[in-house]
């Protein structure tokens, strides 16, 4: 099974950047269509960003412009790039593969189900 490991996350002024990065481990098949995800309190987990195995990225109307996923294909590590931070950017942020169907600014189905890692906190504030 794989591990997901995300890191990189922290307290930024708005207007700041942060660079996520999430890491596979583990004897499983590696995931190959990557997604960013983020929960802020009180809210769904929401797909913010798409990777698929073309090379074809997505995002979500709310960090479209102000983010950028990317992948290192020598150590398949997976990188978000959070420009122009905001604060209702702040949440929980997590990676992990991107369910059939599911697009950039929808919640995940099952968010419960599966494995997943610790996620990443991003707290944007002054």
């Known amino acids: 099974q794989v591990q997901l490991a995300e890191s990189g996350g922290g307290l930024v002024q708005p207007g700041g950047s942060l660079r996520l990065a999430c890491a596979q481990s583990g004897s499983g098949r590696l995931i190959k269509y990557m997604g960013w995800y983020r929960q802020a309190p009180g809210k769904q987990r929401e797909l913010i960003a798409s990777l698929l195995a073309d090379g074809y990225k997505k995002y979500a109307d709310s960090v479209k412009g102000r983010f950028a996923i990317s992948k290192d294909n020598v150590d398949n590590t997976v990188y978000l790039q959070m420009n122009n931070l905001k604060p209702e950017d702040t949440a929980i942020y997590y990676c992990?593969?991107?369910?059939?169907?599911?697009?950039?600014?929808?919640?995940?189905?099952?968010?419960?189900?599966?494995?997943w890692g610790p996620g990443t906190q991003v707290t944007v504030s002054s």
């Open positions: 992990n593969d991107i369910p059939r169907g599911l697009q950039p600014g929808m919640p995940h189905p099952r968010p419960d189900f599966g494995s």
